[in-house]
């Protein structure tokens, strides 16, 4: 079988101090509101890495103001939840971490899910989802590898 | 809350027994003896070295020359090798950390498939057409009569056999000869390298493992010539180096050791203010910006040699660059006169010159503190390609400003933080010899918590990266999580392996199991022990318990031998109150407690309809007007027969006053760790009850705690003040909380907290939706 493979040009960053390349998110179904809201935590050195490379220009994430927007679209890029509508709705910044905060309508909890964020970019990256309902753990913390596309988050 | 009356008998504290649940199978606090290795001459059972320690030792005179047209290394040395040890060896093994570039290296060819969908460009370079084939070249070996010496290469390392067997105390002479390639950083990164600066055509070298290097033997691994695969870093001897380094004569070289001619290598601007920095309360520029600046747009006419000399080091790196700022300060480390100096581009500043040297002297201060007087003439950090690395006295810093000069709180504190942990390392891998290429966590974790130590005291609330427990809670969740002791090439998240993790366990050791006092001695010990030595593991956790005088096997097993957790649940409480068997009391306690059981449903809408005893109350008997919890007079005779045949002691047992709480804990996560609680009483008063992880000894997955207190509990909180790493805190409360999530928090809070860092955003885009 015969697949293309495509070099990602823009996609080359530089590794970083940190030598762990791991991203969360807390995936809560509120069951009273019927929304899946997710807190994605991500390593703020890759993020402003990654949105430099992505937009070409020294862009840091606490002081240039299009940094949420564009955090925002790079991560609805690559998180996923079943056919799940989500909105980014803003982002929190601490010296070490990026949170982004996503919602979406959602009758259910979510069966599926996708998290790939920064798995083009290091071989070694670790993203885990962890599943809750109404703020409690429902298992354990699912594992996504980098080359990990969508998984299963219940059974 | 239960509440039950406990039936006083007069051996009631002693008897109760509480807790039903099935005993572990496994006894978590038993000895680590089965797994730590047998003590013996050379290693003591208390963590010291033995009395027949020993170490071999490496001499090295080495000449070297930089070829900034080519970015090449050109090097030969003669090495003299002591054997100390009571072996007698037939064949020497050296480090060629430069073969991880070669084209068949097992670096490459050990790595797993990227995502083959998108993938990053150096790894398209280097499996497609323009991959950087680097490593050594090795010219013959040869003894000191000249006579050539068998040489076996096998990947990073390289066997020498000895014309004759070097007996037990005996040196040996060899030299060698060596050239190779230095990786362009931008392309290769790695702890050493060349950076290109296109606007003005020069290089920053940062030159580090970059001779063949003495492997380490020892009485433990024998031989380490484990091969070097790129994440362990090495281990190595303690040795004397003299080295010459021959580079273009515009260039300023940073080294380890001492400078042996500064007549030949410095203007008299440069000597004069080296001098006037040996006294300055400040750094002394030695270089300026606009210096620098010069040098960049000048060519060398010709080369200069720089001689350094460092006395004990187990290794030796160096820098070289017309770019170079240089800055020095000096400064007396408890009585040790230390120059501590930076090295920089103008693209450093203005971050460097205000930061980089002020950190090297807060290290030097922080950790001698801790552990002993820093022992060398020299720390030096380095701006260059290399994001963090550490030699003896000198260390390569990667963090700069933007173009424009500005920086980011982010860039500042990742400056400051690197500074202090490379210059860190000197103390722990450099001066305690531990073995990175086997155990990353003995020098990274313990210089990560130092680091947090002396981050703690750089400023307020510096944003530590590390150290604090709650920084490690979702690593030890994660699925990535590997036991600390497990061997540095094999650990799938580094970082918070082999930094973080280890780095919270000492500070909590060090603030909740032991307190300062019995850990800043115990460790001092250990640093003092094994400093200019090569401990292990096991000499580390048994001079913690040696000096502590603590047994701290079930800690090292919890936190470093598993991959456990630490979650401890407050399952349930339960309140006793003392049966008096005075009837005036028990009796209306017991109406008070049926009248507060709830009423059911049918009861309630069967209240209001006319019972038949309204219109025929001769219906009505003695059984419907008797008070059941009116004292009898035979209950009240009973009682005060009771009381008669009691001792004095004995009847203030029956204090009705008193409140025994049976407190149900759960260890959810494995992991054993002690239980504080904040016990808030109705009253309003508040009681730390601080209880050794002990109290698992018997049960490591449940206990009962019996709280005895004349106050009635209205709340109480586990770990208060966060200082464990639990990982669940909607269990930590009774009753129980609601916590709400990050989410939420962030939703209420959005409209009227603002992000002092995100300040400017008011321009910003709104934020995209998308449909999946």
């Keep these: ?155 | 809350m239960r509440r039950a009356a406990v039936l006083v008998s007069l051996t009631f504290l002693s008897s109760l027994a509480f807790g039903q649940s099935r005993r572990s199978p496994l006894d978590k606090f038993r000895q680590l003896e089965e797994i730590l290795p047998t003590p013996n001459e050379y290693r003591t059972a208390s963590g010291a070295p033995g009395h027949k320690y020993w170490q071999q030792r490496a001499d090295y005179q080495i000449a070297v020359e930089l070829d900034d047209v080519n970015q090449r290394i050109i090097g030969s040395a003669t090495i003299d090798y002591h054997n100390n040890s009571p072996d007698t060896l037939r064949y020497l093994w050296l480090q060629l950390d430069q073969n991880i570039w070669q084209k068949h290296s097992d670096t490459p060819l050990t790595e797993t498939a990227p995502d083959l969908k998108r993938f990053p460009l150096p790894i398209a370079r280097r499996l497609m057409d323009d991959p950087f084939e680097g490593g050594y070249t090795i010219g013959p070996v040869r003894d000191a009569s000249g006579r050539e010496l068998h040489q076996q290469m096998n990947r990073t390392m390289m066997r020498v056999d000895l014309p004759s067997p070097l007996a037990s105390g005996q040196s040996f002479r060899f030299s060698l000869s060596w050239e190779y390639k230095i990786n362009n950083s931008k392309r290769t990164s790695g702890r050493t390298g060349a950076e290109f600066f296109k606007k003005d055509g020069n290089w920053i070298y940062e030159i580090a493992q970059w001779f063949p290097r003495m492997a380490a033997y020892n009485d433990v691994t024998g031989w380490q010539h484990k091969q070097f695969l790129g994440t362990g870093e090495f281990t190595l001897e303690f040795g004397d180096y003299q080295v010459k380094i021959t580079a273009p004569n515009d260039h300023i070289v940073a080294s380890t050791g001492v400078l042996q001619n500064p007549l030949e290598v410095l203007s008299p601007a440069n000597r004069q203010r080296l001098e006037q920095a040996r006294t300055s309360p400040k750094p002394v520029l030695i270089v300026t910006p606009a210096e620098a600046k010069a040098a960049e747009k000048g060519k060398p006419n010709g080369k200069k040699t720089w001689v350094f000399h460092a006395k004990n080091v187990r290794d030796f790196a160096f820098a070289s660059s017309r770019k170079f700022i240089w800055d020095a300060q000096g400064h007396n480390v408890s009585g040790n006169p230390v120059m501590a100096m930076s090295f920089y581009p103008n693209e450093g500043n203005p971050l460097w010159e205000r930061y980089s040297t002020q950190a090297i002297i807060h290290t030097l201060n922080i950790y001698s503190r801790y552990t002993f007087q820093y022992p060398y003439p020299i720390a030096i950090s380095v701006n260059g390609p290399v994001g963090g690395m550490e030699y003896p006295m000198i260390c390569f810093n990667g963090p700069r400003p933007l173009e424009d000069g500005t920086y980011s709180q982010r860039t500042k504190y990742a400056l400051i933080g690197v500074v202090i942990h490379e210059v860190g390392h000197n103390y722990f891998p450099m001066i305690v010899n531990s073995d990175e290429r086997q155990w990353t966590w003995l020098d990274e974790g313990i210089n990560s918590f130092l680091q947090f130590l002396a981050e703690q005291e750089w400023e307020p609330n510096y944003p530590s990266r590390r150290g604090e427990p709650s920084t490690i809670v979702e690593y030890m969740l994660s699925p990535a999580h590997d036991p600390i002791m497990t061997n540095s090439e094999s650990v799938v998240a580094l970082g918070p392996n082999a930094y973080g993790k280890p780095a919270t366990a000492l500070n909590i050791l060090r603030e909740t199991i032991l307190g300062r006092e019995l850990f800043d001695f115990a460790f001092k010990e250990y640093s003092r022990r094994w400093m200019f030595k090569r401990p292990m593991p096991a000499d580390f956790f048994r001079t913690m318990e040696d000096a502590s005088g603590t047994d701290l096997d079930w800690f090292w097993r919890g936190w470093f031998y598993t991959n456990e957790h630490v979650d401890i649940s407050l399952e349930k409480l339960t309140q006793y109150t003392i049966d008096t068997r005075n009837p005036e009391i028990e009796k209306p306690l017991s109406k008070k407690a049926k009248e507060e059981e709830p009423v059911t449903l049918s009861a309630q809408r069967n209240k209001p309809l006319r019972k038949r005893t309204d219109d025929y109350p001769e219906l009505l008997d003695f059984y419907n007007k008797w008070d059941e919890f009116a004292p009898l007079p035979s209950e009240k005779r009973a009682f005060e027969t009771y009381v008669k045949g009691l001792e004095e002691d004995e009847r203030k047992l029956l204090d009705p006053s008193m409140n025994f709480y049976a407190l149900d804990l759960k260890n959810i996560g494995g992991v054993l760790m002690p239980v504080i609680l904040e016990v808030e009483f109705n009253d309003g008063t508040k009681e730390e009850l601080r209880i050794p992880a002990e109290i698992w000894r018997r049960q490591s997955n449940s206990v009962t705690k019996l709280i005895p207190t004349r106050k009635e509990i209205r709340s109480i909180t586990l770990d208060p003040h966060l200082e464990t790493a639990d990982a669940d805190l909607s269990n930590n409360h009774w009753p129980r909380r609601t916590v709400k999530s990050k989410f939420q928090l962030f939703k209420e809070d959005r409209d009227n907290k603002r992000n002092p860092m995100n300040e400017g955003k008011s321009d910003a885009a709104p934020p995209p939706s998308r449909n999946n």
């Design chain 1, 1 to 155: 079988m015969r697949r293309l493979l495509l070099p990602a040009i823009t996609s080359a960053i530089l590794a970083t101090a940190h030598q762990f390349h791991f991203g969360h998110i807390d995936a809560n179904w509120n069951s009273r509101a019927k929304t899946l809201e997710l807190a994605v935590r991500l390593h703020a050195d890759d993020l402003e890495q990654l949105l430099r490379q992505r937009h070409g220009r020294p862009l840091e994430l606490d002081r240039d103001p299009q940094a949420e927007a564009l955090a925002c679209s790079y991560v609805l890029e690559t998180v996923a939840f079943d056919q799940a509508r989500l909105r980014c709705i803003g982002m929190e910044m601490t010296i070490h971490q990026a949170t982004l905060f996503l919602e979406a309508p959602a009758a259910e909890p979510p069966r599926r899910g996708r998290f790939r964020s920064f798995s083009a970019h290091f071989p070694d990256q670790i993203n885990t989802i962890q599943l809750l309902t109404d703020n409690r753990r429902t298992g354990p913390a699912i594992p996504f590898m980098a080359a990990d596309q969508w998984k299963p988050l219940r059974r």
